[in-house]
C-alpha cells in the first residue's frame, strides 16, 4: 500500500534528518517505526502527509508511493483525499471549539448523511466524546483528548491511519486502552504506520518494525522476530540489561561487549 524509496530529509539548509530510508506498509497491516527521540520517526509521518513544509522541511530525494501514486511534493488536501490521516504527537486538538466541532473539522471532504453516520459511530464508540460533544474539547481529560483526535482522524475515512507517539505522556490504564482500540481498527481493515518510543507496545500491536537510528533504518523484520533478538531485547525492551549499549550501532561496533546481555 505505502512504499517510501531511498527517502533523504532536510530542515531549512541543515544536514539530512532522513538518510536512504525505505520501508513498507503492505495493505491490512501494521507496521512500527521504533528508535529513540530524535530518530526521524516524525519527520517520517511528516514526509508522507506533506506536513513537512510547515517546518521548513523538503525532502531532497527518492520517493514516497502509495498505491503507486507519488506523494511528494502534493498539497495535504489531495494526500487526505488519497487515503491516509495522521495523529499527531502530542494530541494538537483544536481546544477553544467543541468536541463535535472538532470532529466535523476531520470529516471536512464527507457529505452530511456520512458526517452525521460517522459521529454517531464515533459517539458510541467512544462515549466520553458523546457525554461531552457540545463542550469545549479544552475540558476533557488527556485520555479523552487522545480519543478525540483519532476519532477526528477517522472521521476523513482513511485506507492508512499514521499514529505519532499515542502513547506519550499517558499512564498504564490508558496506554492499554490505545492498544485495543488499535487492534481493532486493524480488525476492521484499517492498515496502521505506528511511529513509538514504546517499543514493547509497538512490537505487540505490529505485524513488521523498522528500527531507526540518525535517520536510517539500521534493523527491520517481523515483529515475532524482533522481540526475540538480543540485542533489541537489550537496546528496546529493558531485557538482560546490566550495561545496556545505548544504540544497535554500538552494539554491533563492538560485540565483545556482551556484559548487558544475560
Same mark, same amino acid.
Given at each position: *500500500? ?97 468536541? #463535535? ?14 458526517? @452525521?453516520?460517522?459521529?454517531? =459511530?464515533?459517539?458510541?464508540?467512544? +462515549? ?16 479523552? /483528548? /487522545? *480519543? ?6 477517522? *472521521? ?8 505519532? !507517539?499515542?502513547?506519550?505522556?499517558? %499512564?498504564?490504564? &490508558? ?8 487492534? !481493532? ?5 484499517? @492498515? ?20 531507526? !537510528? ?7 523484520? %517481523? ?15 529493558? &531485557?538482560?540489561?546490566? #550495561? ?10 563492538? +560485540?565483545?561487549?556482551? =556484559?548487558?546481555?544475560?
Amino acid at each position: *500500500m505505502l512504499e517510501l524509496n531511498n527517502l533523504e530529509v532536510a530542515y531549512h539548509s541543515a544536514a539530512p534528518v532522513l538518510r536512504g530510508l525505505s520501508l513498507r506498509v503492505p495493505l491490512g497491516a501494521v507496521v512500527a517505526l521504533i528508535g529513540p527521540n530524535g530518530a526521524g520517526k516524525t519527520t517520517v509521518l511528516r514526509a508522507i502527509t506533506g506536513l513537512l513544509k510547515l517546518q521548513r522541511g523538503r525532502a531532497t530525494k527518492g520517493e514516497v508511493l502509495f498505491n503507486g501514486q507519488a506523494l511528494l511534493g502534493k498539497h495535504g488536501e489531495d494526500i487526505v483525499r488519497a487515503g491516509i490521516a495522521q495523529v499527531l504527537e502530542g494530541r494538537r486538538i483544536f481546544m477553544n471549539l467543541s468536541v #463535535e466541532e472538532n470532529l466535523r473539522a476531520g470529516g471536512y471532504r464527507s457529505t452530511g448523511p456520512e458526517v @452525521s453516520a460517522d459521529l454517531d =459511530r464515533f459517539y458510541t464508540r467512544f +462515549p466520553a466524546l458523546g457525554a461531552h460533544r457540545k463542550q469545549p474539547a479544552a475540558r476533557l481529560s488527556g485520555a479523552e /483528548q /487522545q *480519543m478525540l483526535t483519532i476519532a477526528r482522524a477517522l *472521521m476523513a475515512r482513511p485506507k492508512l491511519l499514521l499514529l505519532d !507517539e499515542p502513547s506519550l505522556g499517558h %499512564s498504564p490504564k &490508558v496506554i492499554a486502552l490505545l492498544e485495543e482500540l488499535i487492534r !481493532e481498527l486493524n480488525g476492521e481493515g484499517l @492498515s496502521i504506520l505506528l511511529a513509538e518510543q514504546n517499543a514493547a507496545m509497538a512490537l505487540d500491536l505490529s505485524h513488521h518494525a523498522y528500527v531507526m !537510528e540518525h535517520g536510517k533504518v539500521v534493523l527491520d523484520g %517481523s515483529t515475532a522476530i524482533l522481540r526475540a533478538d538480543r540485542t533489541i531485547q537489550a537496546c528496546y525492551l529493558g &531485557v538482560g540489561q546490566r #550495561e545496556a549499549p545505548h544504540s544497535l550501532r554500538d552494539a554491533r561496533l563492538y +560485540p565483545r561487549k556482551k =556484559r548487558w546481555l544475560s
